[in-house]
């Protein structure tokens, strides 16, 4: 049985950067991809990055470009994101979650962590 | 970047209803296409993927269909556990990105 656990979120202020860590329990980790999506308070979904298996793929949404960056250790079984020059409207619950292995699994996301709240106020 | 968009935004039902919820995608996403409900204070859970194929677990009220840009999710009779919001999301090629949710309430 897979588990993810993520943990590092905190109150920061706007400007301020914040590292998320997300553990993982069982044998796949190195095979899948990993991606981070976010959710809001009162909001949708809204996926932020993606990693694939050997790290050297890194895909993020618009709006965090240049300033968040996604990395993975297969050694730990660990999932990170690096969060920099953090504004008000990142505030939201960071969840990170399985991706596919390929084309042939194709089940995308069919593992969540429980997620953990970055809050960006001064 | 692939728009999703869903529709209805809120959604009325009585238990035992069939429900259905249409997403389109601004550009062909071929069957790249998954659904997850979420319930307040959880996280996402898979219920189809590749559009129409249920995830293991999944209660067989659920059905997805569709290809290109045109899908929908359909509980052909819903149970209360059923009320929640539902999210359809595409994840062809690099990106990711989700619609913006369809929660189904209790009329």
């Known amino acids: 049985e897979v588990q993810l656990v993520e943990s590092g979120g905190a109150l920061v202020q706007p400007g301020g950067s914040l590292r998320l860590s997300c553990a993982a329990s069982g044998s796949s980790f190195s095979s899948h991809q990993m991606s981070w999506v976010r959710q809001a308070p009162g909001k949708g979904l809204e996926w932020v990055a993606k990693?694939?298996?050997?790290?050297?793929?890194?895909s993020y949404v618009d709006s965090v470009k240049g300033r968040f960056t996604i990395s993975r250790d297969n050694a730990k079984n660990s999932l990170y994101l690096q969060m920099n020059s953090l504004r008000v409207e990142d505030t939201a619950v960071y969840y990170c979650?399985?991706?596919?292995?390929?084309?042939?699994?194709?089940?995308?996301?069919?593992?969540w962590g429980k997620g953990t709240l970055v809050t960006v106020s001064s | 970047d692939i728009q999703m968009t869903q529709s209805p935004s809120t959604l009325s039902a009585s238990a035992g209803d069939r429900v259905t919820i249409t997403c389109r995608a601004s550009?062909?996403?071929?069957?790249?296409l998954a659904w997850y409900q979420q319930k307040p204070g959880e996280a996402p859970n898979l219920l189809i993927y590749?559009?129409?194929i249920l995830e293991s677990g999944v209660p067989s009220r659920f059905s997805g269909s569709g290809s290109g840009t045109e899908f929908t999710l359909t509980i052909s009779s819903v149970q209360p556990d059923d009320f929640a919001t539902y999210y359809c999301?595409?994840?062809?090629?690099?990106?990711?990105?989700f619609g913006q949710g369809t929660k189904v309430e209790i009329k």
């Open positions: 990693i694939i298996q050997d790290g050297s793929e890194k």
């Open positions: 999301q595409h994840y062809s090629g690099r990106f990711r990105s």
């Open positions: 590749k559009a129409s």
């Open positions: 550009q062909n996403v071929d069957i790249w």
């Open positions: 979650a399985r991706d596919w292995r390929d084309m042939t699994s194709g089940r995308p996301f069919d593992y």
